[in-house]
T-cell receptor, first 113, second 112 residues
């Protein structure tokens, strides 16, 4: 069965500083990997996804993620955070061809001025 | 363009009362539809998915049920709510060959 671990429950970062959110997955085949962001009281918005090819994936809002098969990781990064990046971030893994996704527990990001 | 609607946005229901949450999709045909639940402090858990009218698969045994009476309508129901049914419920759709699932705005359910 597939599963996702997000080791950091809460991260606080200063505005303008870099951000890295960790994600480790467990899946027996080549995974489909996703990062979603959820603003308070809102649904999920897809930041980026990895299906195949280049292991460094660029997403919206200046985010990128790197797939490392040897480490079973898909960490999300942003070089310089903005106050609007304060939200909850979810990593998810799925199988080829469907969206029965397994989500991590999420990481809440707080941005301080 | 495709859109997804969920309602209501928030709901407070007493224990033992029935539940009906509705999700509709516009601008696409024959979508795959999903219900997820986010319990407090936890990630999203897939509850049900549907690949067509009347076709429902349950991922987790529980107090809830789902139905798909129309191609673009997905309903989450319960006959008698439990306190543990509280959470944030999200509907999602995708078209099988797509590379992205789209989520609704969610329903915050509090069972009291």
């Amino acid at each position: 069965a597939q599963s996702v671990t997000q080791p950091d429950i809460h991260i606080t970062v200063s505005e303008g500083a870099s951000l890295e959110l960790r994600c480790n997955y467990s899946y027996g085949a080549t995974p489909y990997l996703f990062w979603y962001v959820q603003s308070p009281g809102q649904g999920l918005q897809l930041l980026l996804k990895y299906f195949s090819g280049d292991t460094l994936v660029q997403g919206i809002k200046g985010f990128e993620a790197e797939f490392k098969r040897s480490q079973s990781s898909f960490n999300l990064r942003k070089p310089s955070v903005h106050w609007s990046d304060a939200a909850e971030y979810f990593c998810a893994v799925g199988a080829h061809g469907d969206y029965k996704l397994s989500f991590g527990a999420g990481t809440t990001v707080t941005v301080r001025a | 363009s495709q859109t997804i609607h969920q309602w209501p946005a928030t709901l407070v229901q007493p224990v033992g009362s029935p539940l009906s949450l509705e999700c509709t999709v516009e601008g696409t045909s024959n979508p795959n539809l999903y219900w997820y639940r986010q319990a407090a402090g936890r990630g999203l858990q897939l509850l049900f998915y549907s690949v067509g009218i009347g076709q429902i698969s349950s991922e987790v045994p529980q107090n809830l049920s789902a139905s798909r009476p129309q191609d673009r309508q997905f309903i989450l129901s319960s006959k008698k709510l439990l306190l543990s049914d509280s959470g944030f419920y999200l509907c999602a759709w995708e078209t099988g060959g797509s590379t992205e699932a789209f989520f609704g705005q969610g329903t915050r359910l509090t069972v009291v």
